[in-house]
Nanobody, 123 residues
Protein backbone atom coordinates (compact mmCIF):
# COMPACT_ATOMS: atom_id res chain seq x y z
CA UNK A 1 0.00 0.00 0.00
CA UNK A 2 1.07 3.54 -0.72
CA UNK A 3 -0.53 6.63 0.78
CA UNK A 4 -0.14 9.86 -1.14
CA UNK A 5 -0.79 13.37 0.13
CA UNK A 6 -0.62 16.37 -2.17
CA UNK A 7 -0.02 19.91 -1.00
CA UNK A 8 0.79 23.32 -2.42
CA UNK A 9 -2.34 24.12 -4.36
CA UNK A 10 -3.95 27.51 -4.26
CA UNK A 11 -4.88 30.63 -6.17
CA UNK A 12 -2.40 32.18 -8.60
CA UNK A 13 -2.63 34.82 -11.29
CA UNK A 14 -2.21 34.17 -14.98
CA UNK A 15 1.47 33.85 -15.82
CA UNK A 16 2.36 32.98 -12.27
CA UNK A 17 3.99 29.88 -10.82
CA UNK A 18 3.03 27.26 -8.31
CA UNK A 19 4.76 24.21 -6.90
CA UNK A 20 2.91 21.12 -5.80
CA UNK A 21 4.29 18.38 -3.60
CA UNK A 22 3.18 14.84 -3.07
CA UNK A 23 4.53 12.94 -0.11
CA UNK A 24 4.31 9.18 -0.06
CA UNK A 25 4.27 6.72 2.78
CA UNK A 26 3.96 2.99 2.99
CA UNK A 27 5.78 0.88 0.44
CA UNK A 28 9.20 1.81 -0.94
CA UNK A 29 8.74 5.05 -2.82
CA UNK A 30 11.54 4.42 -5.32
CA UNK A 31 9.74 1.28 -6.53
CA UNK A 32 7.08 3.41 -8.20
CA UNK A 33 6.72 5.51 -11.26
CA UNK A 34 5.02 8.71 -10.14
CA UNK A 35 2.49 10.58 -12.20
CA UNK A 36 0.50 13.77 -12.06
CA UNK A 37 -3.02 14.11 -13.38
CA UNK A 38 -5.59 16.86 -13.28
CA UNK A 39 -9.34 17.17 -13.49
CA UNK A 40 -11.43 20.25 -14.05
CA UNK A 41 -15.19 20.42 -13.50
CA UNK A 42 -17.14 18.59 -16.17
CA UNK A 43 -14.01 17.04 -17.65
CA UNK A 44 -12.33 13.71 -17.39
CA UNK A 45 -9.13 13.36 -15.45
CA UNK A 46 -6.18 13.89 -17.78
CA UNK A 47 -2.53 12.95 -17.73
CA UNK A 48 -0.08 15.75 -16.98
CA UNK A 49 3.20 13.88 -16.77
CA UNK A 50 5.20 11.19 -15.07
CA UNK A 51 8.66 10.59 -13.69
CA UNK A 52 10.47 7.28 -13.62
CA UNK A 53 11.55 5.49 -10.47
CA UNK A 54 15.07 6.85 -10.69
CA UNK A 55 13.98 10.31 -11.72
CA UNK A 56 16.03 10.14 -14.91
CA UNK A 57 13.07 9.94 -17.28
CA UNK A 58 10.10 12.25 -17.53
CA UNK A 59 7.24 12.55 -19.98
CA UNK A 60 4.69 15.31 -20.29
CA UNK A 61 1.40 16.01 -21.98
CA UNK A 62 1.80 18.37 -24.90
CA UNK A 63 -0.22 21.11 -23.25
CA UNK A 64 2.29 21.47 -20.38
CA UNK A 65 5.58 20.90 -22.17
CA UNK A 66 8.00 23.69 -21.47
CA UNK A 67 5.88 25.05 -18.61
CA UNK A 68 5.66 22.20 -16.08
CA UNK A 69 8.47 20.16 -14.56
CA UNK A 70 8.24 16.98 -12.52
CA UNK A 71 10.99 15.97 -10.15
CA UNK A 72 11.34 13.61 -7.23
CA UNK A 73 13.42 13.15 -4.13
CA UNK A 74 13.48 9.49 -3.23
CA UNK A 75 15.19 10.22 0.07
CA UNK A 76 12.22 12.38 1.05
CA UNK A 77 9.56 10.14 -0.53
CA UNK A 78 8.29 13.16 -2.40
CA UNK A 79 7.45 14.03 -5.98
CA UNK A 80 7.06 17.60 -7.16
CA UNK A 81 5.19 19.39 -9.90
CA UNK A 82 6.55 22.82 -10.68
CA UNK A 83 4.18 24.86 -12.81
CA UNK A 84 5.22 28.04 -14.59
CA UNK A 85 3.43 30.45 -16.89
CA UNK A 86 0.08 29.26 -15.64
CA UNK A 87 -3.03 29.76 -17.73
CA UNK A 88 -6.71 29.83 -16.73
CA UNK A 89 -7.17 26.45 -18.42
CA UNK A 90 -4.67 24.96 -15.97
CA UNK A 91 -7.24 25.41 -13.19
CA UNK A 92 -8.10 21.94 -11.91
CA UNK A 93 -7.73 19.52 -9.07
CA UNK A 94 -4.26 18.03 -9.38
CA UNK A 95 -3.61 14.45 -8.32
CA UNK A 96 -0.44 12.51 -7.85
CA UNK A 97 -0.44 8.79 -8.40
CA UNK A 98 1.90 5.82 -8.10
CA UNK A 99 2.32 3.05 -10.63
CA UNK A 100 4.23 -0.20 -10.60
CA UNK A 101 4.67 0.05 -14.36
CA UNK A 102 7.95 1.33 -15.74
CA UNK A 103 6.34 4.01 -17.87
CA UNK A 104 2.76 4.93 -17.13
CA UNK A 105 0.81 7.39 -19.23
CA UNK A 106 -2.66 5.98 -18.70
CA UNK A 107 -4.82 6.52 -15.64
CA UNK A 108 -5.56 2.80 -15.48
CA UNK A 109 -1.88 2.00 -15.00
CA UNK A 110 -1.78 3.75 -11.65
CA UNK A 111 -2.41 1.82 -8.48
CA UNK A 112 -2.52 4.50 -5.82
CA UNK A 113 -3.90 8.03 -5.80
CA UNK A 114 -3.78 11.05 -3.59
CA UNK A 115 -6.82 13.08 -2.64
CA UNK A 116 -5.95 15.96 -4.92
CA UNK A 117 -5.16 19.62 -4.44
CA UNK A 118 -6.99 22.52 -6.07
CA UNK A 119 -5.18 24.91 -8.37
CA UNK A 120 -7.02 27.99 -9.54
CA UNK A 121 -5.54 30.39 -12.06
CA UNK A 122 -7.25 33.73 -12.13
CA UNK A 123 -7.20 36.30 -14.88
Amino acid sequence: QVQLVESGGGLVQVGGSLSLSCEASGNTFSDYTMGWFRQSPGSQREFVGYISRSGLTTSYANFVKGRFTISRDNAKNTVYLIMNNLKPEDSAVYYCAAASATAALEETEYDYWGQGTQVTVSS
